[in-house]
């Protein structure tokens, strides 16, 4: 799956860069000095690249947890993000990584211990208050666990740690580690869920939604809480008949019980990293639908946003109480 490795010099030597590198023996290797070498420069072909993508090993070296921006969030006073990996397995024709970075390469910072450092320090910084933490924001949390083990050694540091939320959010199967442990009371296995015609369309290499469905029973059955993610929402003229069909089919095969927290929000970019992706894939109906630009974000125009909002938002609350919907105000 992975036929080139790129090396940052200071990890060469890295315990985790060995466990990585016996996985891939066939793998071509070459060693840089910083990512960025590889990673940053601007005449790079995003979609070629996602064809046959690299995985870079590096270290990061700062903004190891980010403040979450206001209006994410599904409850708590306190979000903040972090992203131990660049770039996503899947490929989601309106993902924003597209938009954002020029190299689909896969970027893995394997310093896990100073994002954990940093996770440890926020919490003893505000004890007593309940602190989320997403990871999954410029990845899929657990599509690459069986390389990274990101899961893995992660959630031991967060039992470890009374005030402290984890956020897993996923389209993936990849549940094996989740499956092999007591489930951590804290921690949210959050599955990213379209309809199903959405997902044939548009959410490409990832599990079709029966599969993830699959996934979500099996890990809510283990104990653990889940979360639906309805984001981003899509419009097709029949919307509200595939979604109401969907929130059926979703919510048919959830416990309530073990269900933290459902969210949603209706497809939107910033108009940059909108330019850029319709450049890469001109024939793409997503970016031919009714959509309108304001105040520098694309979106589907005001009048359409607020029904597909309000629709599916009544759909949902047919399922859940308003207490665990959280939609997504960004
Ligand atoms: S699963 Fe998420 S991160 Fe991965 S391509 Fe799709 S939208 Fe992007």
């Known amino acids: ?93 309106y993902c924003f990584l597209q938009g954002m970075y020029q190299s689909a390469h896969y970027v893995l910072f394997v310093n896990y211990e100073d994002f954990q450092r940093d996770i440890r320090l926020l919490c003893d910084g505000f004890p007593g208050e309940n602190l989320h933490f997403f990871s999954g924001y410029d990845c899929d949390s657990l599509a690459l666990e069986p390389v990274t083990g990101f899961a893995e050694q992660f959630l031991p540091v967060f039992a470890g740690l009374p005030n402290a939320w984890l956020e897993l959010r996923t389209k993936s199967t990849q549940v094996r580690t989740l499956l092999n442990r007591e489930p951590l ?35 809510q059955e283990q104990g653990w809480q889940i979360g639906l993610r309805f984001d981003p929402l899509i419009y097709q003229s029949d919307y509200q008949q595939h979604y109401r069909h969907f929130f059926d089919q979703v919510f048919d095969r959830i416990d309530l019980n073990r269900l933290h927290s459902v969210s949603l929000g ?65």
């Open 1 to 93: 799956m992975i036929d080139t490795l790129y090396i940052e010099e200071n990890v060469l030597h890295h315990p985790r860069v060995a466990g990585i590198v016996a996985r891939f023996p066939e793998a071509r290797r070459i060693t840089c000095s910083r990512y960025g070498e590889v990673f940053n420069p601007k005449a790079q072909n995003f979609r070629l690249q996602k064809q046959k993508p690299a995985l870079i090993l590096a270290e990061k070296y700062k903004n190891f947890v980010l403040e979450a921006p206001a209006g994410y969030g599904i409850g708590a006073g306190r979000n903040y993000y972090f992203s131990h990996m660049l770039n996503c397995l899947y490929d989601c024709r």
């Open 266 to 330: 209706v497809f939107r970019l910033p108009e940059h990293y909108y330019k850029k992706m319709h450049k890469l894939y001109p024939e793409e109906k997503l970016f031919a639908g009714p959509l309108e630009s304001q105040q520098g974000m694309v979106s589907y125009r005001q009048d359409l946003e607020q029904e597909m909002t309000q629709y599916c938002t009544e759909q949902v609350l047919r399922h859940v109480p308003s207490s665990q919907f959280f939609p997504c105000t960004l």
């Open 185 to 219: 009371p804290r921690c949210i296995v959050a599955f990213s869920l379209s309809p199903e015609t959405v997902a044939a369309k548009l959410e490409h290499k990832a599990p079709p939604l029966h599969r993830r469905l699959d996934a979500l029973v099996k890990v």
